[in-house]
Structures are given as C-alpha cells and as structure tokens.
T-cell receptor, first 116, second 115 residues
Framework: DAGVIQSPRHEVTEMGQEVTLRCKPISGHDYLFWYRQTMMRGLELLIYFNNNVPIDDSGMPEDRFSAKMPNASFSTLKIQPSEPRDSAVYFC??????????????FGEGSRLTVL | AQKITQTQPGMFVQEKEAVTLDCTYDTSDPSYGLFWYKQPSSGEMIFLIYQGSYDQQNATEGRYSLNFQKARKSANLVISASQLGDSAMYFCAMREGSNFNKFYFGSGTKLNVKP
C-alpha cells in the first residue's frame, strides 16, 4: 500500500506569495494531522481532522494559515501571504483512531518550505 | 502543563552499549497510548514502538523496549546494543483516547552513537 503522499517535497517562494501544500492520506485512515517542524519550535501540531471534519485548529499560527479536507483522500494546507518565518518542514500524517490499536501516526516525507 | 516531557536534549552512547531515553507524560485520561518515533538526519518519521495504557507487559520490538511505569507516568525507551545507525532524533508521543484522539509530541532527544 502507498503511504502518506505529500507534495511538493520542496518549495521555495518569495514573501507574500501563496503556498499550497497537499496531502493524500492512507486509504481507510480517518484521522489526518498537519505538523510543522522547525529547529526552534520542534514539532508543532497545526490542525487535525477526523472524518474530514476539523477537530482542533488551535495550533494554526494565524489567519494566514488555512487547511481543508474536502474528501477522505485529500487535504491542503494553505499559507497566504507567506512570510520568511513560515519556513519549515510541514508534515502530514494519517492514522486510525486509538481504538484501531495501536493507532500510530503514519507520516509523509514532509514538504520543506523556504520563504525568501 | 506539558503533556510530554523529554528532559535530555542530547545524549551520547558507545556503540554496542544500551541507552535509555527518558519520557514523562501528563494525562488524566484512563485510555491513552504512548509512542516512540525515530527521525534520522534524512528527515522521515519512523514509528518504533507502542504501549497502551491498559497493557500489563512492557512493549518490546527487537532492540527497542519501553519501560512503562504507569504510577510514575514515565515511558522510557531502551535501545539495547546500540548501532551507528541509531544516531537520530527520538520523539516520545502520547495519544489520548477520550480527547478526540489528540496526539502530543515531546521536544525530542538527539542520540549520537560513538564508534
């Protein structure tokens, strides 16, 4: 089975531009998580979905960030407008719930974003 | 309060020795899971081992074992017979079953295995 698929793997853009990161979760998984990783702040949970519905978006840093999950096989994380401090690796991960023991997260390879 | 605390930012271990990476957690949820992930320099996140809150036995997976002390709320990872390929960042994580399955990660421990 294919794992979690993220695109693009690398994105370099200029400040003020819109950035869209994409994620295809593992088929059958009902949870999808977006994380951001930086040296300074470590792994931060931005938002997660259950059955395509956002459950907790308290980690989304500002209104410039938005995430959608229009169906069970696709999610996007959008940053508009982007700023240099948004430079990070963005991970998407999917899973079954804890009841689907062990309920571990399966991570994509990450999207490395650089905002100049 | 931090949900997951990893107090060792970095550690060194000699090749072939065992090493323990510390993790404490904070939850009032009776149903939770504890996880360890490895992140090598290449960046991918690799799931290593899982311990459920109701599990009576400590989890083991090959050279990895989880020292689960429920009363102390600790879930230390033990790596036996360290190898050079074990050099990586290690993250402890917790998932709360009653809290909408939210997933919490610690700040990580950077392990360096010396030849």
């Amino acid at each position: 089975d294919a794992g979690v698929i993220q695109s693009p793997r690398h994105e370099v853009t200029e400040m003020g531009q819109e950035v869209t990161l994409r994620c295809k979760p593992i088929s059958g998984h009902d949870y999808l998580f977006w994380y951001r990783q930086t040296m300074m702040r470590g792994l931060e949970l931005l938002i997660y979905f259950n059955n395509n519905v956002p459950i907790d978006d308290s980690g989304m840093p500002e209104d410039r960030f938005s995430a959608k999950m229009p169906n069970a096989s696709f999610s996007t994380l959008k940053i508009q407008p982007s700023e240099p401090r948004d430079s990070a690796v963005y991970f998407c991960a999917s899973s079954l719930g804890l009841a689907g023991s062990p309920g571990e997260l399966f991570f994509g390879e990450g999207s490395r974003l650089t905002v100049l | 309060a931090q949900k997951i605390t990893q107090t060792q930012p970095g550690m060194f271990v000699q090749e072939k020795e065992a090493v323990t990476l510390d993790c404490t957690y904070d939850t009032s949820d009776p149903s939770y899971g504890l996880f360890w992930y490895k992140q090598p320099s290449s960046g991918e996140m690799i799931f290593l081992i899982y311990q459920g809150s109701y599990d009576q036995q400590n989890a083991t997976e090959g050279r990895y074992s989880l020292n689960f002390q429920k009363a102390r709320k600790s879930a230390n990872l033990v790596i036996s017979a360290s190898q050079l390929g074990d050099s990586a960042m290690y993250f402890c994580a917790m998932r709360e079953g009653s809290n909408f399955n939210k997933f919490y990660f610690g700040s990580g421990t950077k392990l360096n295995v010396k030849p």
